[in-house]
Structures are given as structure tokens and as C-alpha cells.
Antibody, heavy 127, light 107 residues
Framework: EVQLVESGGGLVKPGGSLTLSCAAS????????MNWVRQAPGKGLEWVSSITSTGSHIYYADSLKGRFTVSRDNARNSLSLRMNSLRAEDTAVYYC????????????????????WGQGSLVTVSS | DIQLTQSPSSLSASVGDRVTITCRAS??????LAWFQQKPGKAPKSLIY???GLQSGVPSRFSGSVSGTDFTLTISSLQPEDFATYYCQQYKTYPLTFGQGTRLEIK
């Protein structure tokens, strides 16, 4: 069974830092792209970051402007998100999400889509 | 960035109804569109990928279709557990983007 368990959330003051972790199990972690998606209270879903299976390619939402850093440890089956210079607008539930590709109707291997989500970790930025 | 516009934003329906939710992309995305269901206080759940592929374990009353840049999620016969918020998402290009969500409520 695929499991993604986030940890590390909590209350932090504006300007502070926090690191989220995601422990993965039930699948071969090293072969999957991994992602972070967040959801502010009462709002919709917002993509944060993606990292390829080997960590060779990393993508971030423009709005993060270099404040967030994603990394993975394939030996430990874990994903991390380091968040610096936190702002009130970063308050959200942060989800760890697995992404997988598939063969489409033309026989080509697709781009990865989000198939499994963790339960989320709440980050609250407030003084 | 690719914009996804969902309609309607909210919808009231009854058990047994057929329901359709639309997601319009601001440019072509080669069917790289997924649909998710989210219930209050829970993580999103994958329903559809590649515009029409059914995620494993998802009931067959859920289906997806596409016409150009218009994508549709259909629930053929609403069940009580289907009342939730639904999101579309494109994975054609970065930044990955979501629709604003459609809240499906009980009439």
C-alpha cells in the first residue's frame, strides 16, 4: 500500500524557517517524481514544487521566489521541503504527492500526473 | 501560465442525478489533464488522468472526456459519498496549475 506521511508542520513566526518531511513507503521511491502541493485555509490547491526521481531536475512555483528548497533522499525514501522567510500567506496545509507516467493512446510515455497524496501537514505563519 | 477555468463554481444535485463539471484550458494541453475529488478535512484523491483514464479503484460512474480545450468530468448517478469539491489540473507544462474547484452539494 502506498503511504506518504508528512511531518514537521507547526506554528512559526513571520520571517522564520521550517522544514517539512515526507516519509514514503509501499512503492519503489527512487523511480517516482515527487511533489509538494499546498492549500491555504478555505482556498484551492496550489502547486509548490516538483523533483524528478534522481533529483536532477527541480521545479518551483514562481511565487516562492527562491524561499523554498525541495530535496529528496532516495536511500531513506524521504522528501523534504525547506521553507525560509515565511510569510502569513504561506499558511496552508502542505501535501506530499507522488506522480507517475503512463503510456497514452499513441503509445508514448506521458508526463507524470499526481496519483497518491499524503494526509497533509499544517503550517501556520503568525506572530 | 496555463489557466484552467472550472464551471460551475458550485452545484446542487440529488442522489441519482447525472452531473457534469467543465474545465476549460487557456491553451492546448494534449489531454494532460487530471481530476481530483476532495472531501472536507481530507487530502485530494485522484479520479481521472489523461483526460479520460480512470484511476484504479475509482467507481465507473466517474468518467472524463475532452473536446479541444474543454474537459468534462461526469458522474453518471450521484451517490451520497460523491458530495465533495472537484478540481481539475494540467500537467502539460510548468507551472502546474489547478482549476479553482467546483463544490458539489446535496440539494
Amino acid at each position: 500500500e502506498v503511504q506518504l506521511v508528512e511531518s514537521g508542520g507547526g506554528l512559526v513566526k513571520p520571517g522564520g524557517s521550517l522544514t517539512l518531511s515526507c516519509a514514503a513507503s509501499g512503492f519503489t521511491f527512487v523511480t517516482y517524481m515527487m511533489n509538494w502541493v499546498r492549500q491555504a485555509p478555505g482556498k484551492g490547491l496550489e502547486w509548490v514544487s516538483s523533483i524528478t526521481s534522481t533529483g536532477s531536475h527541480i521545479y518551483y512555483a514562481d511565487s516562492l521566489k527562491g524561499r523554498f528548497t525541495v530535496s529528496r533522499d532516495n536511500a531513506r525514501n524521504s522528501l523534504s521541503l525547506r521553507m525560509n522567510s515565511l510569510r502569513a500567506e504561506d499558511t496552508a496545509v502542505y501535501y506530499c504527492v507522488r506522480a507517475v507516467g503512463y503510456y497514452d493512446t499513441s503509445g508514448y510515455y506521458s508526463l507524470p500526473y499526481f496519483d497518491y497524496w499524503g494526509q497533509g501537514s499544517l503550517v501556520t505563519v503568525s506572530s | 501560465d496555463i489557466q484552467l477555468t472550472q464551471s460551475p463554481s458550485s452545484l446542487s444535485a440529488s442522489v441519482g442525478d447525472r452531473v457534469t463539471i467543465t474545465c476549460r484550458a487557456s491553451q492546448g494541453i494534449n489531454n494532460y489533464l487530471a481530476w481530483f475529488q476532495q472531501k472536507p478535512g481530507k487530502a485530494p484523491k485522484s479520479l481521472i488522468y489523461g483526460a479520460s483514464g480512470l484511476q484504479s479503484g475509482v467507481p465507473s460512474r466517474f468518467s472524463g472526456s475532452v473536446s479541444g480545450t474543454d474537459f468534462t468530468l461526469t458522474i453518471s448517478s450521484l451517490q451520497p459519498e460523491d458530495f465533495a469539491t472537484y478540481y481539475c489540473q494540467q500537467y502539460k507544462t510548468y507551472p502546474l496549475t489547478f482549476g479553482q474547484g467546483t463544490r458539489l452539494e446535496i440539494k
